[in-house]
T-cell receptor, first 113, second 113 residues
Framework: EAQVTQNPRYLITVTGKKLTVTCSQNMNHEYMSWYRQDPGLGLRQIYY???????DKGDVPEGYKVSRKEKRNFPLILESPSPNQTSLYFCASSADRYNTEAFFGQGTRLTVV | KNQVEQSPQSLIILEGKNCTLQCNYTVSPFSNLRWYKQDTGRGPVSLTI?????NTKSNGRYTATLDADTKQSSLHITASQLSDSASYICVVSAGSSASKIIFGSGTRLSIRP
């Protein structure tokens, strides 16, 4: 089954404690991206990757890092989480960034206290 | 400024009725427009993707239209079902390489029995 898998689904952590949210896709997609969704603000892109070892900033990259060492994986790293990073996070993948369907993961709800 | 505005913010209709959701955008240069359905707490699911040259596209009971001249799109839902209750998000990509992705804030649709 074609899917994008995020882990964990839920996470509560403390300010400053480094964490990683994993994202994996099984569709051999080149394009992957991370979004955060906040009430009243909708979805905003954090980072994206056009292919292995190619990443770029989206609209709200501050406080986040990503890596793309393998085509299937695109982890999101919070080196020093802060309460304003409490949000619902989604990973997505598509064959390319142009006119192909994007598949989203099931989401990770992160709370930073 | 690139913007995507959706209306109405929320809508309640009776099961079996039709409805139309609106999306207006001020994005240039236009690359493509997508409609997504997002159930509460889940990742968005792609409904349609339209490029500049397409002015209508259907996916079952969902029909999207695009008027590139007036920069307007609509999503029409026919014979609504309880499972159509969700948020519907309009997303516009801009730039020759679709490098900019702008999300609308969504329309929250509730179907009543």
């Amino acid at each position: 089954e074609a899917q994008v898998t995020q882990n964990p689904r839920y996470l509560i952590t403390v300010t400053g404690k480094k964490l990683t949210v994993t994202c994996s896709q099984n569709m051999n997609h080149e394009y992957m991206s991370w979004y955060r969704q906040d009430p009243g603000l909708g979805l905003r892109q954090i980072y994206y990757s056009m292919n292995v070892e190619v990443t770029d900033k989206g609209d709200v990259p501050e406080g986040y890092k990503v890596s793309r060492k393998e085509k299937r994986n695109f982890p999101l790293i919070l080196e020093s989480p802060s309460p304003n990073q409490t949000s619902l996070y989604f990973c997505a993948s598509s064959a390319d960034r142009y006119n192909t369907e994007a598949f989203f993961g099931q989401g990770t709800r992160l709370t930073v206290v | 400024k690139n913007q995507v505005e959706q209306s109405p913010q929320s809508l309640i209709i009776l099961e079996g009725k039709n409805c139309t959701l609106q999306c207006n955008y001020t994005v240039s240069p236009f690359s493509n427009l997508r409609w997504y359905k997002q159930d509460t707490g889940r990742g968005p699911v792609s409904l349609t993707i339209m490029t500049f040259s397409e002015n209508t596209k259907s996916n079952g009971r969902y029909t999207a239209t695009l008027d590139a001249d007036t920069k307007q799109s609509s999503l029409h839902i026919t014979a609504s079902q309880l499972s159509d209750s969700a948020s519907y998000i309009c997303v516009v990509s801009a730039g020759s390489s679709a490098s900019k992705i702008i999300f609308g804030s969504g329309t929250r649709l509730s179907i009543r029995p």
